[in-house]
């Protein structure tokens, strides 16, 4: 990496964590600058202002999320539904641990209306949601999934998803969970496969429908 890009980058990771840390209105250009040991004029010379900061912040996380997603629906006719599911979830989580500041920072972010997040809903996050949709039709119509309602299904899997990040602080300071640890992403992994597999699996919907009818002829 030349100069140039590590003082860029040297900027960005500043922002991210002192967002992730203050707040966006709460943090200021010298205050990034102070944490990135650059003059605030490298700020402006890179993204114009504080705005121009946070939608690169923004779209480099997403660009590379969104190539993550697709990556996976790509192979979907090579490995199957069930598979391309189980590993697309797991490589999400994965790159939230690994960019938990950003992932932390950008999901609490969507929270707010503002009109950056609904260009960023409009675009990279339905691009997110027909991803999502083509994997649970194609699961459905090939029987490996039971008849989800697809909407509620893809927001449950997004609660899932993000749950670890959006929810950081609570995660950290009330249930000592630490979302950025591996080993308590791979833990947290093991719960996302089991509800997957009880809720979305035919096999394993066929298997408690059979259990359920065990248990009301005792």
Not at 143 to 171: D, E, M, N
Not at 187 to 201: A, E, G, H, N, T
């Amino acid at each position: 990496m030349n100069q140039k890009n590590e003082t860029k980058q040297a900027i960005v990771d500043a922002a991210l964590y002192l967002f992730h840390l203050k707040g966006f209105h709460a943090t200021s250009i010298r205050d990034i600058a102070g944490k990135a040991q650059v003059n605030t004029a490298n700020i402006a010379y890179y993204f114009k202002n504080k705005h121009g900061l946070l939608e690169y912040c923004f779209i480099c996380y997403l660009e590379e999320y969104i190539q993550l997603v697709e990556s996976h629906v790509i192979s979907l006719k090579d490995v199957g539904p069930i598979p391309c599911l189980l590993e697309m979830v797991s490589d999400i989580l994965d790159f939230q641990r690994q960019h938990f500041l950003a992932a932390s920072f950008i999901h609490g972010e969507f929270s707010l209306d503002s009109s950056l997040n609904r260009e960023l809903l409009s675009t990279y996050l339905t691009k997110e949601k027909y991803y999502f949709q083509l994997l649970l039709e194609e699961g459905i119509k090939k029987g490996a999934f039971v008849r989800v309602p697809i909407p509620v299904f893809i927001l449950q899997l997004k609660g899932l998803l993000t749950a670890p990040v959006l929810h950081s602080l609570y995660s950290m300071e009330v249930l000592h969970f630490f979302p950025q640890e591996m080993y308590y992403t791979q833990r947290y992994k093991d719960q996302v496969d089991k509800f997957l597999r009880s809720m979305l699996f035919v096999q394993a919907s066929k298997a408690n429908e059979g259990n359920s009818k065990a248990l009301v002829g005792l």
